[in-house]
């Protein structure tokens, strides 16, 4: 399984960011997909997660009702729209496939398997 995430950029505090993390392998409607991200400095962290049919979704408090993950099984793609950005957004953005579909959604970034490369998302004040 391949992940590979784009969409990252440059923008200031109150505009949108769409991210796309695109995968390759095995079936993509088999996993459970997840946003994460990490600022220098600091762990990484949850963000989003969706379930395996898009039926579930769940939240960093920190990014509820700015953030919305959805995903398309027909284009193998993973999606995190990113609305009234905040500097504290400032981080590399990861995406992250969960092959346990048995299970409700994870926070943790240890219950995911594969990994994406990260994009860069930067937040001006």
């Known amino acids: 399984v391949q992940l590979q995430a784009s969409g990252g950029g440059l923008v200031q505090a109150g505009d949108s960011l769409r991210l796309s993390c695109a995968v390759s392998g095995r079936t993509f409607s088999s996993y459970h997909m997840g946003w994460f991200r990490q600022a220098p400095g600091k762990e990484r962290e949850f963000v989003a997660a969706?379930?395996?049919?898009?039926?579930?979704?769940y939240y960093a408090d920190s990014v509820k009702g700015r953030f919305t993950i959805s995903r398309d099984n027909a284009k193998n793609t993973v999606y995190l729209q990113m609305n009234s950005l905040k500097p504290e957004d400032t981080a590399v953005y990861y995406c992250?496939?969960?092959?346990?579909?048995?299970?409700?959604?994870?926070?943790?970034?240890?219950?995911?398997?594969?990994w994406g490369q990260g994009t860069q998302v930067t937040v001006s004040s």
């Open positions: 992250a496939a969960d092959q346990n579909t048995g299970v409700m959604l994870r926070p943790a970034p240890r219950s995911y398997e594969y």
């Open positions: 969706v379930s395996a049919h898009g039926s579930r979704t």
